[in-house]
């Protein structure tokens, strides 16, 4: 493979063009809003950025700290969750057939072809108190009320439906649903250049499956559970649309706050400072990854 | 009414967050054309501008045909990008005039945008159909002698319910915001000045008239409703009500006389201790490309048989007096849609307050947090 450095006016080339885009449209847009988080409002339109801590100051205080611990916690069973459930399904699309592969992965990455707003909206109407989910459990139910009588047995009860809306149930199950394919995808890609014999090997030396599975698999696959976990925590972190879809009258995330400081209450620099406060714990995420990545690297070599 | 249905389903409604994120769409589109349509074909109208025109309104807001019928009656052709939010709309604008002509900003946002001087005086000279308006709104407080806007729609804050599932009869904001008698069974706007607003109106007070110490009250009145209040809604209520995940909630009557089309068991009241009006207003935003277009169109939308048209798709109340007249019996009796004179009278706008809004904000984020 060729160095960058030694062919220069190729990489300029291919480079400049993203480079400049992600400087117009990334740095410069990001680099208004840091200044804000130090400005404050000064009229209706008008933001003077004085250097103050002022909005800082009021992002710890503890009404908002608890407000990040609870997004964080959400984001953290979220990702949990997405880790338990995404791990087998990686791994049998490792195992599968190689004609089955590419449909497995299609199906995974399917979801990505509609928009999250209409997939809320979905999961909305499967969750709802008459949506698909109770009307299911209520024909079950009625079903086994039915047979009782036929044997004899006294019939149960009306079905109550289940509250699956418009929880913290809902907000934890919508972010799980969104974010499963960022987790499952790094996940399978560790698998797939995992070496089998290795496997094989711990299999035929008497180790059972669930041992070869957390000694073997996991260390081997430990690159891409971490970034799995990474591209999951961060974005279910950020979310905003579905805590305030399906979520209940406490199921506010730190990002729902934010987008009402820029709209509602028109406090673009204290929602400056929010942001940025999300953003340098991502940039630490981000670090720790990648010191991470370093010192697997230090320790296969 | 089966157009009205259809977009219900299609989970539409003047706010609605689906719609807001085609509008943003559309209007990233349209406005990225502006710039190209204001250089095109230089043909000149009647008052000297080319003939065209850059319409910026909220989603299902306009009557079926308006546009083509002002194209034929002024030859002017009209841009019409479409905006979710009143934030939004401000927050376009706020940098400057990407080049819109007419907008429809909410009261309150009315007296903001003039505030921070982004709307153009209106010359009532160009629009005589001003004379069509109903009295009520020919001087509002939220722009005296309507030096800035014009009316286009009202509306106004309620409770609508499932009258099968109600316990007794329902005329008072106590429902929603201080009995466990629906408990689970309530939502609420999601919208900060809005619950603060209704729920002085319900201690007593002037929509206008709150301080800290009132906001304090509410909000420990608020944390202890929370526990019986289902959601928090973005301004789709009406769903949650027809879908029968509510019984009762906090919406417009607009919003709940379309759902009242398809569910003859849903009501709406306007409780006995009054309420807020909302109106959304025809304004002229500083820099418009082509003022001259947009007076003309906006005296064309204040003519009764256009203000027909619109009312017909629309369904809100209108302020055009010369249009309820032309419209049929059941929208115009309907109690829903106008309600009675002697509630209404209870009635204000609220004002913008810059300086009550963050802490409307700020203490909805701790009811929340609770």
Not at chain 1, 164 to 175: H, Q, S
Not at chain 2, 263 to 283: C, H, M, R, T, W
């Amino acid at each position: 493979m060729q160095d960058w450095g030694t062919q220069k006016r190729v990489f300029a080339a291919i480079a400049t063009a993203p480079i400049l885009w992600l400087f117009t449209f990334f740095v410069i847009p990001l680099a208004v809003l840091w200044a804000y988080s130090f400005g404050r409002n000064v009229g209706l339109t008008e933001i003077d950025i004085s250097g103050t801590f002022a909005n800082y100051a009021r992002a710890i205080e503890p009404l908002y700290i608890a407000i990040f611990g609870k997004s964080v916690a959400v984001a953290a069973l979220t990702t949990f969750i997405c880790l338990i459930v995404g791990f087998p399904v990686a791994i049998a699309i490792t195992f599968a057939a190689p004609k089955w592969k590419p449909w497995l992965l299609l199906g995974i990455m399917l979801p990505f072809w509609t928009n999250l707003l209409i997939r809320t909206y979905a999961l909305m109407t499967v969750l709802r108190g008459e949506g698909y989910a109770n009307q299911s459990l209520g024909w079950l139910w009625n079903l086994s009320s039915n047979a009782r009588v036929v044997l004899g047995l006294q019939p149960l009860g009306a079905w109550e439906p289940l509250h699956l809306l418009y929880n913290n149930f809902a907000v934890v199950l919508g972010l799980v649903y969104v974010h499963l394919p960022f987790m499952v995808l790094p996940l399978y890609a560790a698998l797939d250049r995992l070496d089998r014999s290795l496997i094989e090997a711990s299999l035929d030396l008497g180790a059972g499956h669930l041992r070869t599975l957390l000694t073997i698999v996991a260390p081997l696959a430990a690159p891409g559970i971490i970034s799995g976990v990474v591209i999951t925590f961060i974005p279910a972190l950020g979310a905003y649309l579905t805590p305030d879809l399906l979520g209940g009258t406490d199921s506010q995330m730190i990002a729902n706050v934010i987008e009402r400081q820029f709209k509602r209450a028109n406090d673009w620099p204290f929602g400056s400072a929010l942001s940025f406060i999300l953003m340098y714990a991502t940039f630490i995420m981000i670090a720790w990854q990648a010191s991470r990545e370093r010192k697997l690297k230090r320790e296969e070599a | 009414m089966d157009k009205m249905s259809l977009l219900r389903e299609s989970i539409m409604g003047r706010r609605s967050l689906l719609q807001g994120l085609g509008a943003a769409a559309i209007g990233i589109s349209i406005t990225g054309g502006l710039a190209a349509c204001s250089k095109g074909e230089e043909k000149k109208s009647a008052s000297g501008e080319e003939p065209k025109l850059n319409f910026y309104n909220w989603d299902t807001y306009i009557g079926e045909t308006t546009l083509d019928d002002f194209k034929q009656a002024a030859g002017i052709e009209v841009n019409m990008s479409l905006f979710a939010t009143n934030d939004e709309l401000f927050a376009k604008l706020r940098a400057g005039n990407p080049g819109f002509d007419v907008i429809v900003p909410s009261n309150d946002f009315v007296e903001r945008m003039v505030k921070a001087d982004m709307l153009m005086p209106l010359d009532h000279a160009k629009i005589p159909n001003f004379k069509n308006a109903a009295p009520a709104f020919t001087d509002v407080p939220y722009d005296p002698k309507r030096a800035y806007s014009m009316p286009y729609t009202w509306l106004v804050l309620g409770i609508g319910y499932r009258k099968s599932k109600m316990k007794g009869p329902i005329d008072s904001w106590k429902v929603l915001f201080d009995s466990d008698e629906y408990k689970g069974r309530i939502a609420l706007l999601s919208e900060a000045g809005d619950l603060f607003r209704l729920s002085a109106k319900y201690k007593g007070h002037s929509v206008n008239g709150l301080n800290k110490d009132i906001i304090a009250e509410i909000e420990a009145m608020l944390k202890k409703q929370k526990a019986n209040v289902k959601a928090f809604h973005e301004d789709n209520g009406q769903d949650l009500l027809l879908s029968g995940e509510v019984d009762v909630v906090l919406e417009y009557n607009g919003d709940i006389a379309q759902i009242m089309k398809e569910d003859p068991d849903i009501d709406f009241v306007v409780p006995k201790e009054g309420s807020q009006f909302n109106s959304d207003n025809l304004a002229i935003p500083k820099g418009a490309p082509h003022p001259e277009n947009a007076h003309a169109f906006i005296n064309y939308l204040l003519d009764a048989e256009a203000g027909k048209k619109i009312s017909e798709t629309i369904l809100y109340p209108t302020p055009n007096a010369a249009a309820k007249a032309l419209m049929p019996d059941d929208y115009k009796n309907n109690p829903v849609i106008f309600p009675p004179a002697a509630i209404l009278a209870k009635c204000e706008y609220a004002s913008y307050n810059a300086e009550l809004q963050p802490l409307y904000e700020e203490a909805f984020t701790r009811i929340r947090a609770d």
